[in-house]
């Protein structure tokens, strides 16, 4: 176990240096960053390992601003529309792919397997404006972009609006939650679509498999309802096959939510990488690639911690490996 520990933690560290390379060279295409490069192309590299390691991302050069700043103020849009739509995602998804599975030679089974073949393939960018157009000529209260209505102010507390204006105090607040809410639901709706439908699928096949197994099979025989069944043993082999899924689907989300931020202004990281693109802000996009690679590689952290404590399986491969 401990032999497998270390070796997750040298994988770590072997992505955080190769990403470190690419933040690098992207941050040496700017010529005002040419003096690193002196007398080699490498000599500048630890220097700019170590102002990473102090948490000193730099400054954009449109602007001057402080890109640890400007970080927190991006980061945390993305990953609320990110969060939700994952949140939704799950909330919708797991009863599909279990109603699915049960009901397979019936009507319902064959709709939900036909819609979640379909949603995996449906593109978020050119789903997004259409539904934004049609919310805006139904006069729809979602019809809106941004993260909520400038005439409000919010306190940047967490970053996370949705949380954020809880802590507002006055007394239009419930309007002000209200109009977070309806910023917040459209573009959650459009980023959760292909998330729905994968795990949906996830949970199917699994369900599937898990029902048949002889012991399953056995249960039915006894006259064990679909519920007991459900509760006894599809729960518990369903849900922690998908933690292994989770980092996968998480980067899948965060890239397609990085996609969709302009079409609804939402003021997330991705928007900010594109506009630094166009500005050819070097700094900008070398910290902000350093930003978003670190998040994934602490999901996938988080997801083999996860699946080590929950799942069995998992703690005998830990242990196999040792």
């Not at 006259?223 to 899924?245: A, C, D, E, K, V």
């Not at 005998?316 to 490996?321: P, S, V, Y």
């Amino acid at each position: 176990m401990i032999y497998a520990l270390f070796r997750r933690i040298f994988l770590a560290f072997i992505k955080v240096f190769l990403l470190s390379l690419v933040s690098y060279s992207i941050f040496m295409r700017d010529p005002s960053n040419s003096a690193f490069s002196e007398p080699h192309f490498y000599s500048g590299y630890f220097a700019y390992v170590s102002s990473l390691l102090q948490g000193d991302l730099g400054i954009t050069y449109n602007g001057g601003d402080s890109l640890n700043s400007v970080i927190l103020t991006v980061l945390p849009p993305t990953l609320e529309l990110s969060f939700v739509a994952i949140f939704l995602a799950f909330l919708f998804a797991v009863p599909l792919g279990l109603i699915g599975a049960f009901q397979r030679n019936t009507i319902y089974g064959k709709t939900i397997n036909a819609l979640s073949s379909f949603g995996v393939s449906v593109p978020v960018f050119w789903i997004a404006p259409i539904l934004l157009y049609l919310a805006a000529v139904n006069r729809w209260e979602i019809s809106a972009v941004g993260q909520y209505n400038a005439l409000f102010e919010i306190q940047n507390i967490t970053g996370f609006a949705i949380i954020d204006v809880w802590f507002v105090d006055a007394p239009y607040r419930i309007k002000i939650i209200q109009n977070v809410l309806q910023h917040l639901i459209l573009p959650a709706l459009v980023l959760m679509i292909s998330p729905t439908m994968e795990i949906t699928q996830l949970v199917k096949q699994r369900t599937e498999w898990a029902l048949s197994q002889n012991y399953v099979k056995f249960s039915m025989t006894r006259g064990w309802s679909n519920f007991r069944i459900l509760h006894r043993y599809m729960l518990r082999n369903t849900l922690p096959f998908l933690i292994p899924q989770l980092p996968r689907l998480i980067t899948f989300v965060l890239a397609f939510s990085m996609l969709i931020e302009s079409t609804f202004a939402w003021p997330g990281i991705g928007r900010w990488l594109i506009l630094s693109v166009s500005q050819q802000d070097y700094n900008s996009i070398a910290a902000g690639v350093i930003t978003i690679g670190l998040f994934i590689i602490t999901v996938n952290i988080l997801a083999d911690f996860c699946l080590f404590i929950l799942d069995p399986f998992g703690k005998k491969g830990w242990t196999n490996n040792a």
